[in-house]
């Protein structure tokens, strides 16, 4: 089974400060993703990833970063946290962009700022 | 913009019955569409999936009906058990690039004993 974890079920972090969320997949999956759900709004994306290195906005990049050194880490940079950041992050990752496949999510980060 | 839609923020079913969730999306360049269940607390789960190039497939209790020309799909839950109770999202990407998921806003779906 594809397995995705992130490094923290819940954090709670003060404004300002630079936060880090961590995300690991064994499967060899090229693609990773980094999404965070609110209510009444879905899933939204924030960046994504088809390669180590590479990286490309999604839909809300704006006060948020990320790092993909190896091909099975992720990382979500949030660079000074803010009170709207407070949200359900997930962790996504799918196999490659030669076929459909479905994307395979982390348990989720609670996080809320303070 | 909202480029999938799932209209109803939440449904109520009796157990037994059938659970019917809808979905709209508007980009044409959709060809290949999901529905994930997630549980409070919990990363989603995968569940069905459809190609563009079917109308319909279906795996155990779960059925997705895909009408490419309304631009609507459905999925089909029967029959309904307590434990499908969970938000239900569907989800569309198109081919090429990353195949980036792009979710709709979620429906919570609750199955009454």
């Known amino acids: 089974d594809v397995k995705v974890t992130q490094s923290s079920r819940y954090l709670v972090k003060r404004t300002g400060e630079k936060v880090f969320l961590e995300c690991v997949q064994d499967m060899d999956h090229e693609n990773m993703f980094w999404y965070r759900q609110d209510p009444g709004l879905g899933l939204r994306l924030i960046y994504f990833s088809y390669d180590v290195k590479m990286k490309e906005k999604g839909d809300i990049p704006e006060g948020y970063s990320v790092s993909r050194e190896k091909k099975e880490r992720f990382s979500l940079i949030l660079e000074s946290a803010s009170t709207n950041q407070t949200s359900m992050y997930l962790c996504?990752?799918?196999?490659?962009?030669?076929?459909?496949?479905?994307?395979?999510f982390g348990q989720g980060t609670r996080l809320t700022v303070v | 913009d909202q480029q999938v839609k799932q209209n109803s923020p939440s449904l109520s079913v009796q157990e037994g019955r059938i659970s019917i969730l809808n979905c709209d999306y508007t980009n044409s360049m959709f060809d290949y569409f999901l529905w994930y269940k997630k549980y409070p607390a919990e990363g989603p789960t995968f569940l069905i999936s459809i190609s563009s190039i079917k109308d319909k497939n279906e795996d155990g209790r779960f059925t997705v009906f895909l009408n490419k020309s309304a631009k609507h799909l459905s999925l089909h839950i029967v029959p309904s058990q307590p434990g499908d109770s969970a938000v239900y999202f569907c989800?569309?990407?198109?081919?090429?690039?990353?195949?980036?998921?792009?979710f709709g806003q979620g429906t919570r779906l609750t199955i009454n004993p």
């Open positions: 996504a990752s799918s196999l490659s962009m030669r076929g459909n496949t479905e994307a395979f």
């Open positions: 989800a569309a990407s198109a081919r090429g690039g990353a195949q980036k998921l792009v």
